[in-house]
Each structure stands twice: as C-alpha cells, then as structure tokens.
C-alpha cells in the first residue's frame, strides 16, 4: 500500500502553547487528507477533510480556529493545536487518499500530551 | 447512531479459537474495508471489498461482503496473540469520505 508518513509520533508540550503535526504522503500524491483523533480504547473520531488548496472541512463540535488545517501541496498537511489544553491531549491521525482511490492510508499517528 | 455498527466491541479468546466481527449499516457502500490498529500506531488497511457477495481471504482471515453491500463480516480462523489488536471496518457511502465503525477490540490470550 502507499505510505503515509506522519511527525513527530510523540510531543509533549506546556499549556497555552502551539503544536504543528506534519502529515506526508511519501509515494504518491494525496488529493484529499483527513485528520481524525482517538481517545484510548475508541475508535477513530473524524476531525476535518481538507483538499489540497482549499480550506478544509471540520466536523461538527470541531474548533476551526483551535485545530488549524494547512493542505499547501499534494504531499503535505499540517495539523496545528494552538493555545492547546490537557484536554487537547490524545491520538491524532492523518490519513491520505488519491484521486481516483476510495481508500486511504494512515500516518502512524501522533501521541499529544499537554502538560 | 453510527453509520456503521460494528459488533462485538470487545472480544477476548484463547489462542486457537475461530471468530467473527459483523459491521452492518442500513446505508448501501460502494466499498468497505477492514482496518487493524495496533496500541500507539496508525491503522493498516487489510482488505477492501467492492462487489456484493464478494469473498476475500488473507491467509487465517476471511472477508465477506454482503450482497446488497450494507454489510461485511470477518473471520479469523485459529486465531493468534499475534492477532491481537482493534479491529475497524470503514465505508465510502461516498467518494473518499471514510466512515468508521466503533471497532473491535480482539484479545488473543496464549
């Protein structure tokens, strides 16, 4: 399958302050990427869809302006956490789909924790 | 309501056993397909089913989908700790936008 690389897979990270999460599609190019979250024992929690050069598309109950969404190029989206709280703390995942593919691989997800 | 209800959402058997995870949805897919995640990574897709009745195996792992394409099921014959994980069927009602089923957390005890 295509490779989807996601950093860091770790990052602790005071309160009040920013935490960028890189998602990378490393052989082939992600027309549409998909940000998810994950508390333990759940399953994945679908956060927003973004579309290379456009803004993307939250879910409901999701803060656009917390949870920041860059998708500049078809190989890369960024996740930004801003002024991120121990609440924040969780499983992020990003996912990346082609063009003419139904289905999507995952990044190895990235561990948040807020202290 | 999930779009997906999957089921059972907890299973835990001995080394050997045969199992099954249903997902089942009132909504027609264009596809599904079957995910495992282990504890601390990403989900690794392991099939993806397209035509109604169709039948896919994976060495111990058996996928079926339904024929009018609301469902699909798996089954893990002989099952192994190496199998161990959250099992997650998802669908695509339409284009790439993936839905999750609540999954299936599988425990294979030696």
């Known amino acids: 399958g295509a490779v989807v690389s996601q950093h860091p897979s770790r990052v602790i990270c005071k309160s009040g302050t920013s935490v960028k999460i890189e998602c990378r599609s490393l052989?082939?190019?992600?027309?549409?990427m998909f940000w998810y979250r994950q508390f333990p024992k759940q399953s994945l929690m679908l956060m927003a869809t973004?579309?290379?050069?456009?803004?993307?598309?939250?879910e409901q109950g999701v803060e656009k302006d917390k949870f920041l969404i860059n998708h500049a190029s078809l190989t890369l989206s960024t996740l930004t956490v801003t002024s991120a709280h121990p609440e924040d703390s969780s499983f992020y995942i990003c996912?990346?789909?082609?063009?003419?593919?139904?289905?999507?691989?995952f990044g190895q997800g990235t561990r948040l924790t807020v202290v | 309501t999930q779009l997906l209800e999957q089921s059972p959402q907890f299973l835990s058997i001995q080394e050997g056993e045969n199992l099954t995870v249903y997902c089942n949805s009132s909504?027609?897919?264009?596809?599904l397909q079957w995910y495992r995640q282990e504890p601390g990574e990403g989900p690794v897709l392991l099939v993806t089913v397209v035509t109604g009745g169709e039948v896919k195996k994976l060495k111990r792992l058996t996928f079926q989908f339904g024929d009018a394409r609301k469902d699909s099921s798996l089954h893990i014959t002989a099952a192994q700790p190496g199998d161990t994980g959250l099992y997650l069927c998802a669908g695509a009602p339409t284009g790439n936008m993936l839905t999750f089923g609540g999954g299936t957390r599988l425990m294979v005890k030696p």
């Open positions: 052989d082939f190019q992600a027309t549409t």
């Open positions: 996912s990346a789909s082609g063009a003419m593919n139904t289905e999507a691989f």
């Open positions: 973004s579309n290379e050069g456009s803004k993307a598309t939250y």
């Open positions: 909504s027609v897919f264009s596809s």
